[in-house]
């Protein structure tokens, strides 16, 4: 409250109604909230008959490389979709895969996402 107080005029402070103060994000919230980004993406793909699996190492590297602690969680959706579904897409388009379909992400040695793709044969 002090840092606010030498920051802003007491005629602000005095216009506010109420004073929220927020904890940065852990990478632990982080992760909780990748998982949360990663679940609505495959409720997505399911409408295709489409799943995806995330390894626990890439769901890690995820959440840490998006980790900015003055933005909060805002950078991590759009680093998720930089880094999974833009090349997901792409790979929709350009392979096109068959219902059942399932899209393992893992991250390799190099700290890149590699997509696996199992088609499962009728």
């Known amino acids: 409250m002090t840092s606010l107080n030498a920051y802003f005029k007491p005629e602000i402070l005095n216009r506010m109604d109420d004073i929220v103060l927020f904890k940065p994000l852990s990478i632990d919230d982080m992760s909780m909230i990748v998982d949360k980004i990663l679940t609505q993406l495959n409720i997505r793909l399911l409408e295709q008959r489409i799943s995806i699996e995330v390894s626990d190492d ?9 980790y900015e602690p003055q933005y909060g969680a805002r950078p991590l ?7 999974i579904e833009t090349p997901l897409a792409r790979m929709m388009i350009k392979e ?6 399932t899209i393992k992400v ?13 088609k499962i044969h009728e």
Not at 58 to 66: F, H, P, S, V
Not at 77 to 83: D, E, G, S, W, Y
Request: charged share 25%.
């Open 58 to 66: 890439a769901k890690a590297w995820l959440g840490q490389e998006a």
């Open 77 to 83: 959706k759009r680093f998720v979709q930089r880094q």
């Open 96 to 101: 096109g895969f068959p219902e059942g379909t």
């Open 106 to 118: 893992n991250l390799n040695s190099d700290n890149n996402l590699t997509f696996n793709v199992e």
